[in-house]
């Protein structure tokens, strides 16, 4: 027994949704979450090391000052900000395996390299052991 393939055009097949490719909708959510297209590179050339106690995270700012950056740790999660009045866009985040100690870290800025120190926060465990009666 033989089959013939149909001849079949492939317009007819295709379903355009035009009004979802260019609303912008899209490209508006992937710049707030990756940030800027424009302005900001999507990765920011970095450095991370993983001691025993601690992340040390190396990443070039150029042409940034201290008060035009803004550093915030949320859990696992850093995020590296560049203030309105900056000369130069910066925007990075960085995921971690361990939460991060917000008091314990620190930053320091010198010749336009940011280095952060992000103390590892050591789960803690909470096994209790119950009597046998």
């Given at each position: 027994m033989f089959y013939s393939l149909a001849n079949r055009p492939a317009s007819r097949f295709q379903r355009h949704?035009?009004?979802?490719i260019n609303n912008g909708a899209l490209d508006?959510?992937?710049?707030?979450?990756?940030?800027?297209l424009s302005g900001a590179r999507l990765s920011q050339?970095?450095?991370v090391e993983d001691a025993d106690t601690a992340y040390s995270l190396q990443l070039d700012v150029p042409g940034v000052a201290r008060d035009?950056?803004?550093?915030?740790?949320?859990?696992?999660?850093v995020r590296i900000?560049?203030?309105?009045?900056?000369?130069?866009?910066?925007?990075?985040?960085?995921r971690f395996?361990?939460?991060i100690d917000a008091a314990a870290s620190s930053a320091k800025l010198e010749n336009g390299v940011l280095t952060l120190t992000l103390?590892?926060?050591?789960?803690?465990?909470?096994?209790t052991q119950l009597a046998i009666s």
């Amino acid at each position: 027994m033989f089959y013939s393939l149909a001849n079949r055009p492939a317009s007819r097949f295709q379903r355009h949704n035009t009004a979802l490719i260019n609303n912008g909708a899209l490209d508006r959510f992937l710049d707030d979450t990756l940030g800027s297209l424009s302005g900001a590179r999507l990765s920011q050339p970095a450095t991370v090391e993983d001691a025993d106690t601690a992340y040390s995270l190396q990443l070039d700012v150029p042409g940034v000052a201290r008060d035009q950056l803004e550093i915030d740790i949320e859990g696992d999660v850093v995020r590296i900000n560049s203030k309105a009045e900056a000369r130069r866009p910066v925007k990075a985040a960085y995921r971690f395996p361990l939460d991060i100690d917000a008091a314990a870290s620190s930053a320091k800025l010198e010749n336009g390299v940011l280095t952060l120190t992000l103390a590892k926060k050591i789960p803690v465990s909470n096994v209790t052991q119950l009597a046998i009666s």
